[in-house]
């Protein structure tokens, strides 16, 4: 049975993601598909500041909400937190939207979508039951029952409408457009394209000017992300650094400046790679990574720009699942063992009963096989 939303030309429209960055750029298909079915709405976005910068710029995009995830978790104790969030609630409820879709499906974001008033409110389902496999070995079990399963924390109760969930198999990009069906978007291919500001790129060309890396193809290595579980051996991005100078590259180290530790510790093991962790804004980093020949990177944001912005990557996996976050239709592009404990979600390394062992086995050479594999493949296409 079609759905009778279908029908309806909205006018007023409120996307909600506010991040991580991966999520962020893989809802902009969404966005795409909303600009193509409603050409004359206006279709602003939440999401926050430090993510905002990156989709500012999109044509199909009419304004960005801001949401300053670190200002407002002072709600309460801060009356500048305090009144903020009321501001915001205000701004949303008299923006007078008719149709808002939330992405993010936890309560902070159903509290926006409820201060919206719009009458058709989209979300997903109720969290639903994930079938587990446990692995045994030594007393140990593994059972990865953790990671997206639905709307968290009660939130589809906002919601007029909401997104059956037939599998949790899925990418996330590809789950972001269930939403399809129910509000008649087409079905053309997943347009992940970041529209730069003008800026980002000419600053980028100084800052490679100023640590000596022009004139030269640009290895660009990102080893940081939030998980511990996720990163994989510095050692092994110091292999991976010396093959690509040795191999006549320019090679950069890039990250967020809680990053810079780690980027430090690789650029000075390898002399004539340059530390940049800290130098960028998320625009910044994006037009650093579109000007790369290659990027190196763990399960994190940075290889996920690598995707949008279409640039070869080779992202080195663990713990968690490839087949719902990994780089979006790049299978080639993944290093990783095939082991019976992984994927398992595990966080903290504190946590994981065999050593890391999905991280520690993967060798330098497996990384720079994979690279040169992916560079004699995109030379050829």
């Given at each position: 049975?079609?759905?009778?939303?279908?029908?309806?030309?909205?006018?007023?429209?409120?996307?909600?993601?506010?991040?991580?960055?991966?999520?962020?750029?893989?809802?902009?298909?969404?966005?795409?598909?909303?600009?193509?079915?409603?050409?004359?709405?206006?279709?602003?976005?939440?999401?926050?500041?430090?993510?905002?910068?990156?989709?500012?710029?999109?044509?199909?995009?009419?304004?960005?909400?801001?949401?300053?995830?670190?200002?407002?978790?002072?709600?309460?104790?801060?009356?500048?937190?305090?009144?903020?969030?009321?501001?915001?609630?205000?701004?949303?409820?008299?923006?007078?939207?008719?149709?808002v879709i939330?992405?993010?499906?936890?309560?902070?974001?159903?509290?926006?979508?409820?201060?919206?008033?719009?009458?058709?409110?989209?979300?997903?389902?109720?969290?639903?039951?994930?079938?587990?496999?446990?692995?045994?070995?030594?007393?140990?079990?593994?059972?990865?029952?953790?990671?997206?399963?639905?709307?968290?924390?009660?939130?589809?109760?906002?919601?007029?409408?909401?997104?059956?969930?037939?599998?949790?198999?899925?990418?996330?990009?590809?789950?972001?457009?269930?939403?399809?069906?129910?509000?008649?978007?087409?079905?053309?291919?997943?347009?992940?394209?970041?529209?730069?500001?003008?800026?980002?790129?000419?600053?980028?060309?100084?800052?490679?000017?100023q640590h000596?890396?022009?004139?030269?193809?640009?290895?660009?290595?990102?080893?940081?992300?939030?998980?511990?579980?996720?990163?994989?051996?510095?050692?092994?991005?110091?292999?991976?650094?010396r093959y690509?100078?040795?191999?006549?590259?320019?090679?950069?180290?890039?990250?967020?400046?809680?990053?810079?530790?780690?980027?430090?510790?690789?650029?000075?093991?390898?002399?004539?790679?340059?530390?940049?962790?800290?130098?960028?804004?998320?625009?910044?980093?994006?037009?650093?990574?579109?000007?790369?020949?290659?990027?190196?990177?763990?399960?994190?944001?940075?290889?996920?720009?690598?995707?949008?912005?279409?640039?070869?990557?080779?992202?080195?996996?663990?713990?968690?699942?490839?087949?719902?976050?990994?780089?979006?239709?790049?299978?080639?592009?993944?290093?990783?063992?095939?082991?019976?404990?992984?994927?398992?979600?595990?966080?903290?390394?504190?946590?994981?009963?065999?050593?890391?062992?999905?991280?520690?086995?993967?060798?330098?050479?497996?990384?720079?096989?994979?690279?040169?594999?992916?560079?004699?493949?995109?030379?050829?296409?």
């Amino acid at each position: 049975m079609a759905s009778p939303l279908r029908t309806i030309e909205f006018e007023r429209i409120l996307l909600i993601k506010l991040s991580a960055l991966g999520d962020v750029i893989h809802t902009i298909p969404l966005l795409v598909k909303l600009r193509a079915r409603y050409p004359r709405a206006q279709i602003d976005w939440l999401l926050t500041p430090q993510n905002a910068e990156l989709i500012r710029c999109h044509p199909a995009l009419s304004n960005i909400i801001l949401f300053d995830r670190d200002e407002f978790a002072h709600f309460g104790r801060s009356w500048d937190a305090t009144t903020g969030l009321f501001r915001l609630l205000r701004q949303i409820r008299r923006a007078h939207y008719d149709l808002v879709i939330d992405m993010h499906g936890q309560l902070r974001s159903a509290l926006f979508v409820i201060a919206s008033g719009a009458p058709v409110r989209i979300g997903f389902r109720r969290p639903v039951r994930r079938e587990v496999s446990g692995y045994e070995r030594g007393g140990e079990k593994n059972v990865p029952d953790r990671g997206w399963a639905g709307s968290r924390e009660g939130s589809w109760l906002a919601y007029t409408h909401r997104i059956p969930i037939p599998t949790l198999a899925v990418h996330a990009a590809d789950r972001y457009l269930w939403i399809g069906p129910i509000l008649g978007l087409d079905d053309s291919p997943l347009d992940f394209r970041i529209y730069l500001p003008p800026e980002a790129l000419p600053d980028v060309e100084r800052l490679l000017g100023q640590h000596d890396l022009l004139g030269k193809p640009l290895a660009l290595l990102m080893p940081g992300t939030v998980w511990e579980t996720k990163h994989w051996r510095l050692d092994g991005y110091k292999d991976v650094a010396r093959y690509f100078l040795n191999q006549g590259y320019a090679v950069a180290l890039a990250g967020s400046a809680r990053e810079q530790q780690l980027c430090q510790t690789v650029a000075s093991s390898c002399p004539g790679a340059r530390d940049l962790a800290g130098q960028t804004t998320p625009a910044h980093l994006a037009a650093l990574i579109q000007r790369a020949a290659i990027c190196i990177t763990n399960d994190s944001g940075p290889m996920h720009l690598a995707v949008a912005l279409n640039r070869p990557v080779v992202s080195i996996f663990g713990p968690t699942d490839p087949v719902c976050i990994g780089p979006y239709g790049r299978p080639d592009s993944i290093v990783r063992l095939e082991l019976p404990c992984s994927p398992c979600n595990y966080r903290r390394l504190s946590q994981c009963p065999y050593d890391h062992a999905c991280m520690q086995g993967i060798t330098s050479q497996m990384v720079i096989e994979r690279v040169e594999h992916i560079l004699a493949e995109w030379s050829r296409t």
